[in-house]
């Protein structure tokens, strides 16, 4: 990994990290890395990133957002493909972007040709690299989370479950309404705590049904908001991101638990509490 391609051979991907990985889950960055590298991918991992600047242009605040925005097209246009392991900061750079800079005489351009050549990590390795299912194992049974934004705005639904499907060991079990929002949603779960509590308590009543000891999705956000509440009801329900199951990076312990739960599992009167 380095800031610039020095032998363009194979197709170059900036890994765009998104900020919760960066500083809540690196092991989805180590395991993005990974399963790019096996596509036969050459990454790199540009320092000059920040945040895409969803927050603020979800905030209405394009002032704010669009010179973020103009910093990371700067640092990911030499590369071939741009590739980020979250439907929701993916969704952003190859939707909204273009939306951003729709009127700018200057910027137009760069954001539209940015926009279209991001992918979500799993669609880019189904879709674009073809990458066959791993040869990994993980056992256990799980069940996934179809994320609003990789599933509405980039059509993100079966190349996860088809890349699951070949591990070795893996069942899944699919949960009721797994496309409905866990009530994360960026800023609405702190504008609306209220609905966003009663919305993430049905979500995890429906994983809870499966009968899953781990729950996967390819969105931090919405992935340590479910953690959080099956925390504090005592489901000992594993919570990773997808990525790490695919690429065999298990050295991290659960999002939001100091161990594996299914070691340690909470006494079955707590859960669904």
Known sequence: MSDTPAHPKTPTVGLFVTCLVDLMRPSVGFASVRLLERAGCEVYVPEAQTCCGQPAFNSGDSKTAKPIARQMIEAFEPFDYVVVPSGSCGGMIAKHYPEMFAHDPVWKDRAE????????LI??????????????????????????????????????????????GLTINEGSECETCCGFGGLFCLKYPDVSGK???KKVDNILATGADTLL???????????????????????????????????APP???????????APKSEVGS
């Open 217 to 251: 999705a390819g969105d931090m956000g919405c992935l340590m908001n479910m953690a959080g509440r099956l925390s504090r009801r005592g489901a000992p329900v594993a919570v990773r991101h997808v990525a790490e199951v695919l690429a065999g990076e298990m050295d």
């Open 123 to 168: 669609s880019f390795l189904v879709d674009i690299m073809a990458m066959p299912a791993p040869d990994g194992r993980y056992d256990g049974t799980v069940t996934y989370h179809d994320s609003c934004s990789g599933l509405r705005e980039l059509g993100i639904k079966d190349q996860p479950r088809a890349l699951l499907a070949g591990v070795s």
């Open 113 to 120: 040709a940015i926009a279209a050549k991001t992918h979500e």
């Open 199 to 201: 919305i993430v308590d």
């Open 255 to 265: 999002i939001g638990q100091a161990s594996d739960p299914r070691q340690n599992p």
